[in-house]
């Protein structure tokens, strides 16, 4: 017999106990956590006591309220993941966008990730880039020029810099031999190229 909601109790065994503690270990209320998932606290507090089972829909809207991916909230256990990258050269190794050269310094299909970057001079100085995320940033060589919003800043090797990535921002090498860095975002699932190297950013 289905519950009174139309939902049955037996689709997805466990996942109401991983609902409400995954709500709970975020110091999320249900009013909080309903809200962001675009649901109502009623409609949450039934799929939490398993009277409801969640649609793909409202599982992807919690799964990026709790910072988590559909896999986990079903009980899935993910593949093991490499901790050690290791070193190597840019060049031919990595990837390319106008004029940046990048690789993966951190492993993949994580919250963080971590690419060392060259950036020559005189390539994307113009570009202004603006999306949802953190960037961290850390020069290693060469010399950079971050301008965030209407403020610039010129960074020397040791020199670092954190930021929301909504701020609007540039980022230009200021040395004919162009700059070395350590580059960390924390927009989840985006390819690397998307966010760092201009894809879909804005020209302002």
């Known amino acids: 017999m289905n519950p ?3 939902g049955s109790t037996d689709e997805l065994p466990g996942i109401a106990p991983r609902l409400r503690d995954l709500r709970r270990n975020r110091g999320l209320t249900l009013e909080a956590a309903a809200g962001r998932a675009g649901l109502s606290p009623a409609h949450l507090s039934r799929l939490e006591t398993g009277r409801r089972q969640p649609s793909l829909p409202m ?3 919690l799964a990026r309220v709790y ?3 559909v896999s986990e909230l079903l009980g899935e256990m993910p593949p093991e993941r490499d901790a050690i990258v290791r070193g190597g050269p840019l060049e031919g190794a990595g990837g390319e966008g106008g004029g940046w050269l990048y690789r993966q310094a951190g492993g993949s299909g994580r919250a963080m990730q971590a690419l060392r970057v060259r950036v020559p001079y005189g390539t ?6 603006v999306h949802p995320g953190e960037e961290w940033l850390y020069v290693l060589d060469g010399r950079l020029r971050v301008v965030l919003g209407e403020t610039v800043h010129d960074l020397d090797p040791g020199d670092s810099a954190h930021f929301d990535s909504l701020t609007p921002h540039r980022i230009a090498a200021l040395d004919i031999g ?3 860095l350590l580059f960390v ?3 989840l699932q ?3 190229a998307e966010l760092c190297l201009g ?3 804005h020209r302002l």
Not at 124 to 129: A, M, N, P, Y
């Open 124 to 129: 994307e100085g113009d570009l202004v880039r």
């Open 185 to 187: 975002h924390t927009l």
């Open 178 to 180: 162009g700059a070395r």
């Open 190 to 192: 985006s390819p690397t």
């Open 199 to 201: 894809g879909g950013a």
């Open 4 to 6: 009174p909601d139309g």
């Open 59 to 61: 599982l992807l809207g």
């Open 67 to 69: 910072g988590t991916t």
